[in-house]
């Protein structure tokens, strides 16, 4: 089954802390994709970094940078410097091409409160 | 350049009636997807759109729902019959191409459903 856990349903960070996103998943395909999506109340999904399976090195975009172990499975997200903005519900995905097409299976989801 | 629009924004509905909800995509984005989302629940993927290929319908949960497109352009997804356990969040999302996750999904703002 292609699956994607998110353990920690809520977490909250004091402004200008790092915060560390937990996201671990399932599929039996060798190459794919790995997103985490943010999702303010607005309801626009957004994506905020993304890793490509084959690639060792984590990915990072400014802010937000990822631990990617693919034995384990694992794909968290470090937010580095909160800010008030980054309060949102995250969602960690992956791409599946099973059936020959492709589509995004999501986590439920860890809702992310930044504190002043 | 414009992103994906959704329409209407919010949509409340008696149960037993037929709804059609409208994406339209990213100019020149050949990918369409459909993803349902429940209060508290990560995206659940529904419908996928490739140009001219067949459309992946792997995810519609019922034969209540369907999906249509015209060429690479707007998309209808038709809920006939609405039940309670059709409230949801329908959120439609496009990409420049199939592309095994290669290509960014571009999410719209959704349609709140409400069925009464």
């Known amino acids: 089954a292609q699956t994607v856990t998110q353990s920690q349903p809520e977490m909250s960070v004091q402004e200008a802390e790092t915060v560390t996103l937990s996201c671990t998943y399932d599929t039996s395909e060798s190459n794919y994709y790995l997103f985490w999506y943010k999702q303010p109340p607005s309801r626009q999904m957004i994506l905020v970094i993304r890793?490509?399976?084959?690639?060792?090195q984590n990915a990072t975009e400014n802010r937000f940078s990822v631990n990617f172990q693919k034995a384990a499975k694992s794909f968290s997200l470090k937010i580095s410097d909160s800010q008030l903005g980054d309060t949102a519900m995250y969602f960690c995905?992956?791409?599946?091409?099973?059936?020959?097409?492709?589509?995004?299976?999501f986590g439920k989801g860890t809702k992310l409160t930044v504190n002043p | 350049g414009a992103g994906v629009s959704q329409s209407p924004s919010n949509k409340v509905t008696e149960k037993g009636k037929d709804v059609e909800l409208r994406c339209d995509p990213i100019?020149?984005?050949?990918?369409l997807y459909w993803y349902r989302q429940r209060l508290g629940q990560g995206l659940e993927f529904l419908i996928y759109f490739q140009g001219n290929s067949a459309p992946d319908k792997s995810g519609l949960p019922s034969d209540r729902f369907s999906a249509e497109r015209t060429g690479e352009s707007v998309s209808t997804l038709t809920i006939q019959r609405t039940q309670q356990e059709d409230s949801a969040v329908y959120l439609c999302?496009?990409?420049?191409?199939?592309?095994?996750?290669?290509?960014?999904?571009?999410f719209g703002p959704g349609t709140r459903l409400t069925v009464t």
């Open positions: 890793q490509e399976a084959y690639k060792q």
């Open positions: 100019s020149g984005h050949t990918a």
């Open positions: 999302a496009s990409s420049l191409a199939y592309g095994r996750g290669a290509y960014e999904q571009y």
């Open positions: 995905a992956f791409i599946t091409t099973q059936g020959g097409s492709e589509k995004l299976v």
